[in-house]
């Protein structure tokens, strides 16, 4: 496997915050073309930064990040930079900037000059990729939470990037159409082999992960597979975050000496080991 | 029901006149005093239509709606004496913070109410007390300097200041962490068990529906289509996802126990009930 994302001893402190705390300190990373990685902490943990480090939206003041061998202090590389990794944020309306679905896509694709065959097959597979083809007619507005946040999703892939990274992307979503997300984006994971990073304070999408990295003033306080970090309840304890309440009954019946397996950690998964 | 706060009666709305399709149809509840409802339904279902009746923000086209007996819907009504009555905090409610000062911000209410100093004082050290945010340390701070969760505290006591009977939530925990969320719980509880407030709560999220509310209405297409207590609505899965409704994903792993035969008695609604069950089979 190659190594896809680099982060290397990392600090970063937003210019115009008074605090002496950087909202990164010291952060090394390294993400593998094709890993599924959920970035996980409370607010103001420096998980967005660390999201905003990995397409050059952010600069590190001390050490690098390399995408795909490219460091994003090369002001010559970043436009491979972020067509190599894109970026979806909370809330789709901030992103969403054409009054038709399709123009919407097509617009990034149009303004760095494709040929208008060639931005019409990218939209047309962006579309068929995130199931809203029937769509694209439509004003964005005239579109679900969910609906949107996949064009937003589509808008990006029609840029044929290597790493989507999703920002908070479910958090103001309702819990139907967060499933439908999560869902989507294991999907490019899965198929189109894309890498993932997703960033949430939701522990429960952190579940079918390949990683769960958890950030904690600044530093990344845990890195590993999910199974064994919904293991520790102790440090999840300490951590402060509330295991997910299937995952709580899972770990309180194994107690009870019911064998349930560690790695079960979907509804789908307690069941089977139930049954 | 004895002595509710809220009744509508017949209920509808339309929102402009010749539109076919009416926001609410024939809506018929009540409200205990001192309760907490929540309100749930899809997109365009008629919660907001529906909360927006009960503090005169809309009139209904048919029907009455009583708030502490009053009809509300009658033209005439003291529309501001209604409104302190009944609090309303909106989606996102950090962003409709204006005050120069934590302090300023909350005051605005009680300020209105034409009350003195002293009293406006009071009121705003208490409420901020209720949120968790004492009045000393952040009194004087400025709304901008705080976290996202912070202010949505603040724009809740700036409710609070107001000693509303009533306390109509519109998805306020929409992009809260885990922490906030806790908090927040903590103080909508204390709230209830403190000031008597009623609650009503319009919320997707259906965990938080099951931790707080005694009683579930929902909403589909402008109609009432179920009531009930939390236990008795979430036991109803295939029902609510006719209606393009979640169910906590706790009860979603029951009712998928009992498709595969294991008898995890129909209205479980907590972890802590569940694994009373599962420790009794066990022996």
Known sequence: ?275 | MINPIIVTKNLTYTYKVGVAKAALTDVNLEIARGSCVALVGTNGSGKTTLVQHFNGLLRPTHGTVYVNGVNVGTKGIDLRALRHKVGLLFQMAETQLFGRTVFEDVAFGPRQMRMGKAEVRARVVSALDIVGLPFLQYGSRAPFDLSGGERRRIALAGVLAMSPEVLILDEISVGLDGDGRAALYAYLRTIRKKRNVTIVLVSHDMTEVAALADRVIVLHQGRIVMQGEPRTVFAQGEQLRAWELAVPPLSELFTQLRANGIAVPQETLTVDEAVKWFAQRKR
């Open chain 1, 1 to 275: 496997m190659t190594v896809l994302l680099a982060i290397q001893h990392v600090t970063y402190a937003y210019p115009a915050v008074k605090t002496p705390n950087a909202a990164l300190r010291d952060v090394s990373l390294q993400i593998q073309e094709g890993e599924y990685v959920v970035v996980l902490g409370h607010n103001g943990s420096g998980k967005s930064t660390l999201a905003r480090l990995c397409n050059a939206l952010l600069l590190p003041d001390e050490g690098n990040v390399l995408i795909g061998g490219m460091d994003t202090h090369d002001v010559a590389k970043r436009r491979s930079i972020r067509d190599m990794v894109g970026i979806i944020f909370q809330n789709p309306d901030n992103q969403i900037i054409a009054t038709l679905v399709e123009d919407d896509i097509a617009w990034s694709l149009a303004i760095q000059g494709f040929a208008p065959e060639l931005i019409a097959e990218r939209v047309e597979d962006a579309l068929i990729a995130v199931g809203i083809a029937a769509l694209r007619q439509l004003p964005p507005h005239k579109l679900s939470g969910g609906q949107r946040q996949r064009v937003a999703i589509a808008g990006i892939l029609a840029l044929r990037p290597r790493c989507i990274i999703a920002d908070e992307a479910t958090s103001m979503l309702d819990p139907l159409a967060r499933q439908e997300i999560t869902g989507l984006l294991h999907h490019l994971n899965k198929e189109q082999g894309l890498t993932i990073l997703q960033v949430t304070h939701l522990l429960e999408e952190a579940a079918l992960a390949d990683r769960v990295v958890v950030m904690e003033q600044g530093q990344i306080v845990v890195d590993e597979p999910p199974a064994k970090f919904f293991a520790n309840v102790r440090r999840l304890h300490s951590l402060r975050l509330a295991l997910p309440e299937p995952i709580e009954f899972a770990e309180r019946l194994r107690n009870l000496g019911y064998s349930i397996a560690e790695n079960a950690l979907t509804i789908e998964a307690i069941v089977q080991e139930l049954y």
